[in-house]
């Protein structure tokens, strides 16, 4: 529990490889995690050549995670190993669908968290690239990924070479609802938000953007409503290109 | 390491109580996962109340690790009150649209499996229903759940009350791919598939079932292609219904 407790994300990373043995041990535990009807619907392709991180970089904006990482993951949701038993085993597969998309998606995401938090334990930085689901075409293509297999979300790993302050959470009274949801009133807000805005990097972070509050930077620059839906129509466009909306 | 490499699947618990204490510590340090952009998308609904389970249980067709669990957690996609704090803040949120509702499912799911893994360390054993995506709209009346909140994921908690035996996993090469994604032969399906196969217990369920292979209890048993469109069709519907495709 201490190393999830003591947990930063870690964007800058020693040279230091990973040994090999070690990142295959991680990667082996974190297969051990729940996963729908134990299907195992996921692949990690793993990336540690030089020139596959170049072609990779551009689809997540450079950013520096991805730049000094010795270790991109790239967790998939893969309905195809599975499609493909099936068809071997004179079994009809019916997983061109969204619902098999969440199936998958889902059991993608139980294995990377476990990863992240088994390299936690075992001294090693990581970073989640949310970008994955902004340019899946780009990784789709860098990483040669056939139908029935998409990129969920990719994981930077390494040794930290940086110790950054833990960023702050909501109170836990604001995340937990006993029995029913209870909906927030403004009090509820004012509450719940007060100490997130009082914070000195917080309020850097508004007059550095040039804004009236910190929710502004977030609707106006950092996910702003006009990327999100241009996204979305990409994500069903390439969700059927990859044929899970058949 | 060790409790990730030695867990399983408990669907048993005795009639011992979670104290709330150690519940609510579970929880609050899973909070320190990774979150989309320090957003923390998601809420938690715990069920406590036997009343409130059989609400909840019909969703789950009253699986028997609902039915004995002292706890029930239901992992939501919360883009809400993340929205409401952007409104009482002069900023207009935009997040009605899929690539919101997929950010806001992986934190769900990051969270959810980051307390399975505290869970499981304290001595606590925990099953993810599936099912939560099946019947999702007999979860949202059950819980109350309002727009911009869908459930993601459901697990149960409890202390064990039975050991099964671990389950077989595919050989780490089977998932993991170098540099770019190798493609499945024959050969390979074959290989990686056959310990699988040849173990006593699937032996059995195919008898039980009547079917020749293994792979067909799931594609005309447990998952066949008639379910799986069914229910997409219904998550489609339902995600519209609660706001995220706008």
Redesign the interface.
Known sequence: ?ES??N?R?IRRYKLDEIPNYLL?K?????????T?????L????????KD?KSKLSPAHYNQTAIQTAPVVLTF?ADF???S???E????????K????F??A??DA??V???F???AE??GLG???L?TT?YNPQMVIEA????SL?FP??TITVGYPNEHPN?????P?E????????K??T?AD??K??SYKESLPENQKFVIENKK?????V???I?????D??V??EN??KVLRQQGFLD
């Not at 669908?97 to 098999?100: D, V, Y």
Request: net charge positive; aromatic share 12%; proline share 3%.
């Open positions: 529990m999830i407790k947990r994300t295959k991680i990667l082996k535990t974190s297969f051990k995690a729940s729908t009807g134990n299907m195992q996921y692949s990690v392709i793993v990336t540690v050549d596959m998939c195809r190993r599975f493909k038993w099936c071997e085993r004179k079994a009809v597969p019916g997983y669908n969204f619902q098999s969440m199936n998606t889902m995401l139980i990377a968290q476990t992240c938090t088994i334990e075992n990581i970073c989640y949310g689901t990483l040669k990924l056939p297999v969920i979300t833990q960023v702050d959470r909501l836990i604001s995340i937990i609802h006993e029995e029913t949801y909906d927030y403004s807000i004012e719940y938000f009236e509050t910190l929710a502004q977030f609707t106006d950092r996910y702003p409503q006009k999100n839906e996204i979305s994500l069903f």
